[in-house]
């Protein structure tokens, strides 16, 4: 089994990505300011480069996200 695809994607990994301890600690903020309208990835755009990378936290940001967008708090 010949690991080069493995190393070639730990190589590309942005140095601004923050890690997964880091990104689930910030990630209700990054969905509020995502449902507000503003711009979280040039606030954190470690959490951003995180998110492109790191698949199971980009699917819990999704979920998130959408659990939020669904909450009716009127």
Known sequence: ???????????????????????????????????????????YPGMAAHLRACGPCSEDFEGLLDAVSRTDLT
């Open 1 to 43: 089994m010949n690991s080069w695809p493995m190393l070639d994607r730990f190589l590309e990994t942005d140095p601004r990505d923050i890690g997964c301890e880091q990104a689930m600690e910030i990630l209700h903020v990054y969905v509020e300011l995502t449902l507000t309208g503003e711009a979280p990835e040039e606030r």
